[in-house]
Structures are given as C-alpha cells and as structure tokens.
C-alpha cells in the first residue's frame, strides 16, 4: 500500500552543522511533496514543499531534493541552529487525491 | 488572522463520555481535516472535508463523528469515548487541490486523555 517512511528515527548534530533528514516513499502517482516540522506541544508548520517535476528547491537555510527514480526526498538544514531541535515529517500527495500521507517522523536534535 | 484554532486545548474524559471537538478556520480554505497522533505513529487521518456539508472517512474513522455545516468549522465527535481515543488531535486545512496551495495550516492541538 501508500506508506511514507524515513530511515532515520533520531538525528543529533552539532550547532553550525549541517543536518539531512531522509525520508522514502512508496506511490509512483505522488507529486507533491512536503516537509513539516513540529516543535514540542505544537501542530506541525509548513516548512518547504516541491513538485515532481523539479528536482531541488531551496529556501531560507533549508533545501529540498527529490530522487523520483529511487523515491527519495530529502530535507536538508544548513548551520542547524538549536531553534531547528524538533520532529520533522515528510508527506505525500498527488494530484486529485484528498489525502496527504505522512511519516512517522524524525527527532532533531541540536547539541550547543 | 488566527489561522486555525482548536477548542478546547486539553480535556479528560471518563470512559462511555461523550464530547465535541471544534475546528475553525479563518483563510476561507475549502478543505479542513482531523488527524490523531501517537507516540511514533505519525499523523492519521481520522475524517475529512472537502467543502461545506461534506465529510469523508479517513484511515481511523471508527469511533468518531464529524460535521461541517460552516465553511470556516469542522467538528469533531466522540460519542462514546474509549481509552483508545486517548491521543492529541490536530485540526487542518487547506484551499482546494489542483492550486499550488495545497500546503496544509494545522492547529495547535487538543489533547484528550480517556481514563
């Protein structure tokens, strides 16, 4: 069936460092993608999305890729920052579909 | 503008309970949705809404009822509340598909806990 993972539960990494956080997915007809990120006792922000037909998008500090042939989304974080410590999800969408599929998450840990 | 906001934020219940989520919106956003969380289960789908007076199930509807009679709220029911209900619940919403606005808003939350 639909399923959006990622390979690693928990990441902890230096502040100034840069941080991956990866995410598989498994339906060839998803075409838009997201990460959110949720700090504690709070729902989960919008944090930067893309659509199949691109490979890479950035923002502010944060960078997006997406591999269609291996299914693979990944959430880049350049000089985590402790304000970055949070759980990240990846979701899936495509278009006509009512319904987005999300991880189950990735703990972020930003060590001073 | 509030986004979306949840009421009530916190609530315990005894089991066979009942109790009303509420949901509203202030973004005019045609869709709205209910999500539970567990501890490492991610984010499930509980019902959904794709336009005033519409509903639809989602992976986990058993046990729960929702109603939209505004476009700006989306309600949420448990009429006879379990300890299987115990969990966090988030609001959502978006505008319709097909845009490039397809990202959705969450609330900040309610956390029900069935005793």
């Known amino acids: 069936g639909e399923s959006v993972g990622l390979h690693l539960p928990t990441l902890s990494v230096q502040e100034g460092d840069n941080s991956i956080i990866n995410c598989a997915y498994s339906?060839?007809?998803?075409?838009?993608f997201i990460w959110y990120k949720q700090e504690s006792g709070k729902g989960p922000q919008f944090i930067i999305d893309?659509?199949?037909?691109?490979d890479k998008r950035q923002g502010q500090r944060v960078t997006v890729l997406l591999n269609k042939t291996v299914k693979h989304l990944s959430l880049q974080i350049a000089a985590t920052q402790p304000g970055d410590s949070a759980v990240y999800f990846c979701?899936?969408?495509?278009?006509?579909?009512?319904?987005?599929?999300f991880g189950a998450g990735t703990r972020l840990f930003v060590k001073a | 503008n509030a986004g979306v906001t949840q009421t009530p934020k916190f609530r315990v219940l005894k089991t066979g309970q009942s109790m009303t989520l509420l949901c509203a919106q202030d973004?005019?956003?045609?869709?709205m949705y209910w999500y539970r969380q567990d501890p490492g289960m991610g984010l499930r789908l509980i019902h959904y809404?794709?336009?005033?007076?519409?509903?639809a199930k989602g992976e986990v509807p058993d046990g729960y009822n929702v109603s939209r009679l505004k476009k700006q709220n989306f309600l949420l029911g448990l009429e006879s509340a379990a300890p299987s209900q115990t969990s966090v619940y988030f609001c959502?919403?978006?505008?319709?598909?097909?845009?490039?606005?397809?990202?959705?808003?969450f609330g900040p939350g309610t956390r029900l806990t069935v005793l």
């Open positions: 979701a899936e969408s495509y278009t006509g579909g009512f319904k987005t599929i």
């Open positions: 339906n060839s007809a998803s075409d838009y």
């Open positions: 973004m005019n956003h045609e869709y």
């Open positions: 959502a919403s978006t505008a319709r598909r097909g845009t490039n606005t397809d990202t959705q808003y």
């Open positions: 893309i659509r199949s037909n691109m």
């Open positions: 809404s794709v336009g005033e007076g519409t509903t």
